[in-house]
């Protein structure tokens, strides 16, 4: 089956620890995002990435590092420097950059 | 930097009766997107409008792209239970800078059966 897979789906970390969430795609798409979702709030942009090896920031990429080394491949590091990193975490996929977006099942993210 | 704005927050509405989300943009867009999440789910991609004034049909779904391209709207005939979810806009810039689209808050639909 085709698709875009978020691992583990709940995910439990001490404050000041770093943490990776990992992000597959099998659709052969190029580019990748990651999104953060808060109570409330809409779908805030991270990091995205239009092709293997490349990425850029999004509105919010303090506290948080991607790699992009496959095209399939796209894990978010949320790193102990950012301060609110209890939240909903989206990643998703696309043919090219801002075309119809596939998501994935999301990462619950609670730091205690 | 672009803001995408969504309205109302929150709908709620007897079954049967018509559903309208608008989305309002302070850039012009080159292309707007409609996603809808059911309540603990992911978002799923709805559609995509390109042109000035563009407006699609899905079924009971009416999707229309303002002539300035700055804004979008949702209208749902006769709702159902399942059109239970949030509904979100998302669109690009058209002046550059930043690829990745810019999502708005949401329409939360909650149908009273």
């Known amino acids: 089956d085709g698709g875009i897979t978020q691992s583990p789906k709940y995910l439990f970390r001490k404050e000041g620890q770093n943490v990776t969430l990992s992000c597959e795609q099998n659709l052969n798409h190029d580019a990748m995002y990651w999104y953060r979702q808060d109570p409330g709030q809409g779908l805030r942009l991270i990091y995205y990435s239009q092709i293997v090896n490349d990425f850029q920031k999004g509105d919010i990429a303090e506290g948080y590092s991607v790699s992009r080394e496959k095209k399939e491949s796209f894990p978010l590091t949320v790193t102990s420097a950012q301060k609110n990193p209890t939240a909903f975490y989206l990643c998703?996929?696309?043919?090219?950059?801002?075309?119809?977006?596939?998501f994935g099942q999301g990462t619950r993210l609670t730091v205690v | 930097g672009q803001q995408v704005m969504q309205i109302p927050q929150y709908q709620h509405v007897q079954e049967g009766e018509d559903f309208t989300t608008y989305c309002n943009s302070s850039?012009?867009?080159?292309?707007i997107q409609w996603y809808k999440q059911r309540p603990g789910g992911h978002p799923v991609f709805l559609i995509q409008?390109?042109?000035?004034?563009e407006v699609k049909k899905q079924k009971r779904l009416t999707f229309q792209f303002g002539e300035a391209k700055k804004n979008s709207s949702l209208h749902i005939t006769a709702t159902q239970t399942t059109d239970v979810g949030t509904y979100f806009c998302a669109g690009r810039d058209s002046g550059g800078g930043a690829d990745g689209l810019t999502f708005g808050k949401g329409t939360h639909l909650i149908i009273q059966p």
């Open positions: 850039t012009t867009l080159s292309n």
């Open positions: 998703a996929s696309s043919k090219v950059v801002n075309t119809e977006a596939f």
């Open positions: 409008l390109v042109k000035s004034g």
